[in-house]
């Protein structure tokens, strides 16, 4: 069952107003992407917010979930501040899926992934974003904002008629494409934006490449094909795991947030996708490597809001299911 006919079923979804500061999001509310090099974290609101490139150890380009004034981040959120948002994972996969759901517009999905083939030898280094509307008729705001060297450097921006390339004092170079035509402006708190409108059955692409030497049209980089042998990849990996006993799903759920912490090319793991995550009373620091991956949709209850208490420790049962699956987390 697809996360939209899903959400019918379900009635614990994330809820955004005017008053809400990302803030106040848990750990917990976010789901995460990666392509065996590095990993990115993706908010319940379309933000990235954390993603260092091109590989685990490089220094952040979107760094908001430690300094949301200079860490950068880029995002594709509803333009109407109240809308109630789920997340979880295509089944089997690191490709993630996100439900906006808009009081007096309508339904947008987003379908987040970075290109991915267990290959240790292919890495291409982007991140693709599939935004389609559902139903009515939504208004989204996207958002590119750059700041590399863990926010220490600002970027130059420079357009053409497919894209913006970000340049870095130090050289580094990031690209980002929507096929839309829609023009980047600048953003009063920093780097670029764009206003879409969609209507239901349309679709668009968000594509960022990193070291792109110019921003090219978005068939380039071949979106459906790299989401089709991304999935393809990672059901593929899925069938190894031989567990067969009680809780498999979470089991299956935890091997792949596994997998994506290995940097491929030498089969090491990372302790963390995130480094230094601010603790104290108002956001406790959670004791778990596998929070960020937990994106599956809640049970249903009463529906939380981004003031919600901050995120339990991982229970027993969950620790001994990461235990049991770190053998099949191996190449």
């Not at 955004?16 to 848990?26: K, M, V």
């Not at 490089?58 to 950068?72: Q, T």
């Not at 292919?122 to 590399?148: K, Y």
């Not at 969950?318 to 099949?328: F, I, L, N, P, V």
């Amino acid at each position: 069952m697809d996360l939209y006919s899903a959400a019918s079923r379900l009635s614990k979804p994330f809820v955004f107003n005017e008053s809400t500061s990302a803030a106040e999001l848990p750990i917990d509310a976010h789901g995460m992407i990666g392509d065996g090099r590095s990993v990115a974290l993706v908010r319940v609101d379309g933000a990235i917010d954390w993603l260092c490139w091109p590989k685990f150890d490089s220094p952040s380009v979107f760094g908001a979930i430690l300094d949301a004034e200079r860490g950068g981040l880029t995002a594709v959120t509803p333009a109407q501040a109240s809308f109630e948002s789920l997340q979880r994972y295509d089944p089997d996969t690191n490709v993630l899926e996100t439900l906006f759901t808009v009081p007096g517009q309508g339904t947008i999905r987003l379908t987040d992934f970075m290109p991915w083939n267990n290959d240790p030898r292919a890495a291409i280094h982007e991140i693709h974003r599939r935004i389609e509307c559902l139903e009515g008729r939504v208004e989204l705001d996207v958002v590119f904002d750059p700041r590399f060297g863990f926010g220490v450097e600002t970027a130059r921006f420079e357009q053409n008629e497919h894209g913006v390339l970000a340049h870095s004092p130090s050289g580094e170079r990031l690209a980002a494409i929507v096929d839309d035509g829609a023009s980047w402006v600048p953003r009063p708190r920093g780097g670029l934006t764009m206003r879409l409108s969609l209507t239901t059955g349309q679709r668009r692409w968000m594509v960022l490449s990193w070291d792109s030497v110019v921003p090219e049209p978005v068939h380039a980089y071949r979106p459906f094909e790299q989401l089709r042998s991304t999935r393809k990849a990672w059901r593929q990996w899925s069938t190894r795991l031989a567990y067969d006993g009680p809780h498999r799903h979470h089991v299956l759920r935890s091997a792949l947030c596994l997998k994506l912490l290995i940097y491929s090319p030498t089969g090491a793991m990372v302790a963390a996708p995130t480094t230094s995550l601010p603790g104290g009373s108002a956001t406790p620091a959670t004791g778990t490597i596998a929070t960020p991956g937990r994106a599956t949709p809640p049970s249903p209850s009463a529906p939380r809001t981004s003031s919600a208490s901050p995120p339990k420790r991982a229970t027993s049962s969950t620790s001994s299911a990461t235990r049991s699956t770190r053998r099949t987390a191996s190449r």
